[in-house]
């Protein structure tokens, strides 16, 4: 339960305004279909975050705990400077067809988050629970719960949402986090 709990909230605090959330954004305001975006984004989060838990698994295997908490410490320290750098959508010259937009969004998806922060989190977060299964459902929960609002809402709740604020805090919770793995390093404990 501590594997998933832990991931959903690291991936669901790192997808806020990540480039994957903002990419279904777009999409959202410019199809204003949500049903084939938020299917595909399902689809993709679940693949995206499986092959991110099966390397994490197989690196944590590898490794010893003291190792891997302090790999884990140290990358959500760097999340929490990754977090504070805003991340702009970039539309142009993307132009995707109304028909296939499932597949269309599955696509952009699925490249967008590759070696995202969510994908990384999702790898460590596997490498230090040891539960593929746990870690999947929670990261692919996170990024959905995180994301699901921007494709329903669209275009109005971009120009809402106190994104320089969402950061920090974010920021400040990976920084938690991150401490509290690099102080388990330092005690040698599990």
Known sequence: MQAFLASLCAVAIAEIGDRTQLLLLV?????????PILAAMLAGTLASSMLAALIGERLGSALNPRVINLLVGVSLVAMALWALKPEVAREQGVSLPSRGLFWSTLVSFVIAEMG??????????????????????????????ACAPAVLIGKALSARLPLQAIRVVSSLLFLGLGVLFLVRAARGTP
């Open 27 to 35: 999409l959202a305001a410019r199809h204003r279909r949500p049903w």
């Open 116 to 145: 995202d922060k969510t994908q990384i989190a999702t790898a460590v977060l596997a490498a230090a629970y040891h539960n593929v299964t746990a870690v999947v459902a929670g990261s692919s929960l996170g990024i959905a719960l």
